[in-house]
T-cell receptor
């Protein structure tokens, strides 16, 4: 079956612009996570959705970052007034069960470059 | 303070030999889960193995095993019979909360780059 997909795969934008990153999770997965991975680092948590609602958005760095998942499936991460420091790979993951061994399946990521 | 520490930025191993990738963690929770992920150059994170804090036996998945030493707060990954395709970044991660770490986001270490030599 299809895995987690993310679009675009690469995004180049100018400082101050608005960008949207899309994540299409595995069908039937109720949980969806966004992470950000800077060069040479491990992924850092941004936000987690259970269904349509954001269960934990404590990782969002500031109010320029916002994410939605209106129908409990596809999610969009929105970044306003982009800054050069926002350049990173944005990873999306989804999972089905909430048991101890809940496996998060990751997408290929969107590489964002802010010039 | 770092919650996940991976002290080996890079490791080399000869093909067909075993290699151990180190991971130590810091938590005050009694219930948590530990994970290892592989990230090839393509960028996708691939789940390898899980160990719950209450599990008494070390987890194994094929050529992967997790050497879990709870008192030392270490969760080292052992890869047996290394293959060229094992060359990648390896990340240790932890999830706190819930039974065996069933709730919450993953907290990742900085990773170890493994290179397998032919």
């Amino acid at each position: 079956g299809a895995g987690v997909s993310q679009t675009p795969s690469n995004k180049v934008t100018e400082k101050g612009k608005y960008v949207e990153l899309r994540c299409d999770p595995i069908s039937g997965h109720t949980a969806l996570y966004w992470y950000r991975q800077s060069l040479g680092q491990g992924p850092e948590f941004l936000i987690y959705f259970q269904g349509t609602g954001a269960a934990d958005d404590s990782g969002l760095p500031n109010d320029r970052f916002f994410a939605v998942r209106p129908e409990g499936s596809v999610s969009t991460l929105k970044i306003q007034r982009t800054e050069r420091g926002d350049s990173a790979v944005y990873l999306c993951a989804s999972s089905f069960s909430r048991g101890p061994q809940e496996t998060q399946y990751f997408g290929p990521g969107t590489r964002l470059l802010v010039l | 303070a770092q919650k996940i520490t991976q002290t080996q930025p890079g490791m080399f191993v000869q093909e067909k030999e075993a290699v151990t990738l180190d991971c130590t963690y810091d938590t005050s929770d009694q219930s948590y889960g530990l994970f290892w992920y592989k990230q090839p150059s393509s960028g996708e994170m691939i789940f390898l193995i899980y160990q719950g804090s209450y599990d008494e036996q070390n987890a194994t998945e094929g050529r992967y095993s997790l050497n879990f030493q709870k008192a030392r707060k270490s969760a080292n990954l052992v890869i047996s019979a290394s293959q060229l395709g094992d060359s990648a970044m390896y990340f240790c991660a932890m999830r706190e909360g819930g039974y065996g770490g069933s709730q919450g986001n993953l907290i990742f270490g900085k990773g170890t780059k493994l290179s397998v030599k032919p």
